[in-house]
């Protein structure tokens, strides 16, 4: 399964205000996930600051691919 927020990602895509998910990359909880994709095994994540907030360059959210074994868990 696919999962995303962003516009031009082919996953499903989800509404973070109606629809919650945990993401967990190698057993560690994702956070500022965009994309997870359990079948190829690779997450897209919002890059994070020394304080822990969402970095932004050229007003755009700064992203990194990561890659391992991918757990997606809808939260009810």
């Known amino acids: 399964m696919r999962i995303t927020v962003l516009d031009d990602d082919p996953g499903k895509r ?3 205000g109606a629809e919650r998910y945990e993401v967990r990359l ?4 994702i956070k500022y996930c ?3 994709d359990d079948d190829k095994g690779l997450v897209i994540c ?3 600051d020394e304080r ?3 970095r932004a360059r050229n007003g755009e ?3 990194t691919t990561l890659y391992g074994t991918v757990e997606i868990r809808r939260m009810l």
């Open 14 to 16: 989800i509404s973070p």
């Open 26 to 29: 190698d057993g560690e909880i």
């Open 34 to 36: 965009l994309t997870a």
């Open 46 to 48: 919002a890059v994070a």
């Open 52 to 54: 822990g907030l969402m």
């Open 61 to 63: 959210v700064e992203k």
